[in-house]
């Protein structure tokens, strides 16, 4: 069974820090490129950042220099390291798992991060 299970989200203060794990299952986790999206309410789904299966990254402008993605293919996870958070990172976040079709992207269930004081 194919599993992507984040974590790690929850309440933080402006200006805090938290990390966000995507734990996969069930798929050969190296071949896969991921990714971290967001929803906050009432907007459409938004990419934050991308890892290639090689490791490049990319980021959204508005989170280029506070947030880090990476990956242990080990551990078959990718992390989300956030840093200086703002109100406007409230979302419930999403890794995705992408790679060569026909074979199928999946996605987490979501993590809600919420930021304020």
């Known amino acids: 069974q194919v599993q992507f299970v984040e974590s790690g989200g929850g309440l933080v203060q402006p200006g805090g820090s938290l990390r966000l794990s995507c734990a996969a299952s069930?798929?050969?986790?190296?071949?896969?490129?991921m990714g971290w999206y967001r929803q906050a309410p009432g907007k459409q789904r938004e990419l934050v950042a991308t890892i290639t299966s090689g490791g490049t990254t990319t980021y959204a402008d508005s989170v280029k220099t506070r947030f880090t993605i990476s990956r242990d293919n080990a551990k078959k996870t990718v992390y989300l390291q956030m840093n200086s958070l703002k109100p406007e990172d409230t979302a419930v976040y999403y890794c995705?798992?992408?790679?060569?079709?026909?074979?199928?992207?999946?996605w987490g269930q979501g993590t809600q991060v919420t930021v304020s004081s």
């Open positions: 995705r798992a992408s790679t060569i079709a026909p074979i199928p992207e999946y």
């Open positions: 069930g798929v050969i986790f190296s071949v896969y490129s």
